[in-house]
């Protein structure tokens, strides 16, 4: 195990009061992997001011202000974010999504298939050499 020692520990991130998130699956599954930086920093600032619930009523003109974008980049980055599912708008409300589940985990990926009972590996390896093989006292 890695033992992490933080250079600035006096400066650890706390939960704040109005705390707010980034799932890690967003980075994992690759959900903005074909976004524009535009749109990176436009669901970053809607995940900061967001309330509880992923909701926000900045307006366009404010939000430009803030990310220094102008309006119709703004838009364009709303319109990936929507289209990637992280996020729905019906003006002037904003709502963060929760990160869509994923069809397969990628850990899933690498366990051992469930659906199917276990075998013992000798019947497994006597399968693999042909039926008619003994292996040493019929087991392995």
Not at 103 to 113: G, I, Q, S, T, V
């Amino acid at each position: 195990m890695i033992h992490k020692h933080p250079p600035r520990p006096e400066r650890l991130r706390q939960i704040p009061p109005s705390f707010s998130w980034v799932g890690h699956r967003l980075i994992r599954h690759r959900l903005l992997h074909h976004a524009k930086p535009e749109a990176w920093a436009l669901y970053l600032f809607l995940v900061t001011v967001a309330d509880s619930r992923g909701l926000s009523y900045y307006s366009d003109a404010s939000i430009a202000r803030h990310l220094d974008l102008d309006p119709l980049v703004v838009a364009a980055a709303r319109q990936q974010l929507v289209q990637a599912d992280l996020l729905a708008y019906r003006k002037p409300l904003y709502q963060v999504l929760a990160l869509p589940e994923p069809a397969l985990e990628p850990a899933a990926l690498d366990a051992p298939r469930r659906d199917r009972p276990a075998r013992h590996v000798g019947d497994i390896l006597r399968q693999a050499l042909g039926a008619g093989s003994t292996l040493q006292g019929g087991r392995v």
